[in-house]
């Protein structure tokens, strides 16, 4: 069924081309939800067009182009589409984190790095041969979103990507809480839009926390860095609530596993004692610097506290967040479902998941008809209705 959004939109404009989803390897179940969405909501759509020529192909029962990329056995692949896309508006949704799929490389298991599926990417790019009228990828992650500026001489690794896929026939890049949006400016005459899931986590607290008191008295927002400061800010205001953010102090003489290593979390604001605090940030990598920022809240005396990060990598396990949780230093963990979520992580006690599909169909609904997307990008109203209706013990 179609949700609200569906009224602030403007769907009787002829769509861009037939629409077409090619979801890789690594993002097939995201893909096959958003598909999900999409058929529900064309199939029981009916404008006063819809069933002319122009909206030909609009209601089908598969969205999916299927694509595959096949490897040989030294590891070489190519990129191959199974059917027509001539003329179609196609969306190509790549996960460059997933590590769980592999491939042989002359006998050995390789797993998938962010290289390999950002390779196949550009593959599937190829075999589409020029023949879509537009191709828009969908990239949760940014590919070295993290090697976003150079500080010595070093590459501009993310720069380089995205004018390398614009230089290829891409026209829209959408990606989610880009480590820095400044990265933007290497394609300054292309579609880059970085979403920020800020109403999928407030949407996931309410639902699995029932005593939250939404206030500036019982809660507060925390950026664990000075980078983060944006997202933080943005939750802190259309929540009404305070912030407050730490700042890391280096060691600029060592370089640890490439950076410098930190030597204290300082925090700036005001009291925390008593309050429920919402951390939040663009990922979780290892984990060590937000359960330190935990730690330092906990010596403050704050209450419960939550974590917010778009993208939960957890790349040394979850030994440390399953300690942290039962010495009572972090109470949940929301990331969203963008990226790979291992089984293992998905049955932690401390984990909500985030579900962003329903978001992306939106996002691909709304684009397909070369409708404006403004709406979608701020969801203040949304999260003031939704908070309305916790108040009033609606969820």
Known sequence: ????????????????????????????????KVNQYLVDWRNNRNGEHVNTLDFSGYKRDNYIVEAKVPRFGSGEAKGAIKESVRGDDLYLLVDVCNYSLTYKLCGNINHMSPDDHYQDLKRIIAAAGGKARRITVIMPFLYESRQHKRSARESLDCALALEELVNMGVDNIITFDAHDPRVQNAIPLNGFETVQPTYQFIKGLLRNVKDLQIDADHMMCISPDEGGMGRAIYMANVLGLDMGMFYKRRDYTKIVDGRNPIVAHEFLGTDVEGKDMIIIDDMI????????????LKKRKAN??????????????????????????????LTTNSIYQPDELL????????????????????????TSISDLLDPNERIQALVAKYKNGEI
């Open 1 to 32: 069924m179609a949700a609200q959004s569906e009224v602030s939109r403007n769907l009787d404009t002829i769509p861009v081309g037939r629409l077409g989803i090619i979801p890789l390897e690594g993002c097939k179940h995201l893909g096959e």
């Open 285 to 296: 990598s290892s984990g060590e610097s937000v359960l330190e920022v935990a730690a330092e």
């Open 304 to 333: 419960r506290i939550f974590v917010c990060a778009t993208f939960g990598l957890f790349t040394n396990g979850f030994e440390k967040f399953d300690k942290a949780a039962e010495e009572g230093i972090i109470t949940k963990i």
């Open 347 to 370: 049955k932690r006690d401390w984990y909500i998941s985030c579900d962003l599909s329903k978001y992306i169909a939106y996002l691909i609904d709304t684009l397909n008809h070369d």
